[in-house]
């Protein structure tokens, strides 16, 4: 694209190297338009069971929405769609900003140079009742990486990490160093026939697995020969 790379550098930063998924609304949950179908439902006086059949719903779906919308006196069509879209908002408070008292344990430990693996194992054990102590290694990468959790924990923690790094880099994007590469290898499907016959010596395949089948089967025969 012709631009230096140290504006993408800067770019990516902004988000922590974490992608942010598009927002988009699942197919299981209620739309604008189900919304309208349940309020003509309620000024006709039907109950959720038959706003459901027409709806092809389960009765407890509709029942939680009106109940939780003001009930039948007070259900909007318009109001409860608005409320639901801010509900799926995401992301949703960090755990960590939430619970001052893990938030301090997981500090303690990046600032001590535990992995967040390290982190989350040792909480499981110590804490195996309560799930207030408890967090996932993944939700402290967030914690640390993405700029919209930053109130969570503090960012320069990332210092503490092995990698050092101010932007999260998934495993499956990271370039090949050349390491446990075999250079220029040639597949075993593609051997000469003549190794089939194991009539030259060499031929380490037919030779390994002959040696094997004689020390397994004959051990005593070729301590004796």
Sequence with gaps: MGIPSHRFRFFFAQTGGVRQAPRRRAERHLTAVDREEILRGIAAGESARRIARQLGRVPST?????ARNGGREHYRATAADQEAHQRARR???????????LRAVVEEKLARSWSPEQISGWLRRRFPGDSAMQISHEAIYLSLYDPRRRRAI?????????????????RAVRRPTGRGIIRDMVSISRRPAEVEDRAVPGHWEGDRATRSRTNLSGLTDWRGG
Excluded: H
Excluded at 62 to 66: F, G, T, V
């Design 91 to 101: 992301p949703k408070p960090a755990k960590l900003a939430l619970l001052p008292a």
């Design 62 to 66: 509709i029942s939680r929405e009106i």
């Design 154 to 170: 503090d960012r320069k923690l990332t210092q503490r990490l092995r990698t050092g790094r101010p932007i999260r880099q998934p």
